[in-house]
């Protein structure tokens, strides 16, 4: 089964791909990953990709897509895949159409704007060890330290309700056109994201099986 997941950042798509790759026996391709492994192993796209990087430029679709391609060809992709972050635009699903790959479903992850910012600003991540907490559903023992190593907690950048709001409005704009695109094809499958990671699980996972 060939799938892709949509859903605006902090929507938790990451974590149901990953489930979905577990009970399928498939590869979750996340595009942040597969550039870094592209640009580790020195492929010609990830020293493209490399180029841009090192400039602080974004990396333009046309290279995106040639990593994603050179992913998808590899051997644990042949009896399907969950395509996680790409595509983002029209185009790149266009591109995604172009190749030839085809797509058996395409699953949403519906979360309220609210809800996101909400869960993304609630975040703290020790400074010291990396653990992860969150001012409503993970707490530390006390408040503003890590439970594990003592040391402060901080609010990553990407965290800030500003930050977030403007990822929101990029998405808004760029990738969720992508529901349309794919509702035509019939093959979009809207899932309410809940506040239970396992009870979201439990809908896409019934989404899949439809």
């Known amino acids: 089964m060939n799938i892709i997941f949509l859903g605006a950042p902090g929507a938790g ?13 498939i590869p979750a391709v996340s595009t942040g990953n597969i550039i870094r492994e592209a640009l580790r192993n020195g492929t010609p796209t990830g020293l493209q990709a490399k180029a841009y990087i090192d400039a602080g430029q974004l990396v333009p679709d046309e290279v995106v897509i040639g990593i994603i391609k050179e992913r998808l060809a590899a051997p644990d ?30 699953i949403d992850i519906e979360v ?24 409503e559903y993970k707490k530390p023992v006390q408040e503003g330290i890590c439970d594990h190593c003592g040391a402060g907690l901080t609010t990553r950048k990407d965290d800030a309700p500003e930050t977030v709001l403007e990822r ?3 998405y808004h704009a760029e990738t969720e056109p992508l529901k349309d695109y794919y509702k035509k094809t019939g093959k979009l499958f809207i899932v309410e994201g809940q506040e239970e990671v396992s009870d979201t699980v439990a809908l896409v996972m019934k989404a899949l099986e439809a």
């Open 13 to 25: 798509k990451g974590t149901q791909a990953e489930r979905v790759s577990e009970k399928y026996a």
């Open 168 to 170: 929101l409005k990029v």
């Open 112 to 135: 309220p704007d609210e809800s996101i910012v909400r869960r993304m600003s609630g975040r703290r991540v020790c400074k010291n060890c990396g653990a992860s907490y969150h001012t």
């Open 77 to 106: 992709c042949a009896g399907g895949f969950i395509l996680d972050g790409f595509p983002r635009t029209i185009p790149q699903a266009e591109a995604l159409d172009n190749m030839g790959v085809n797509i058996d479903k395409v």
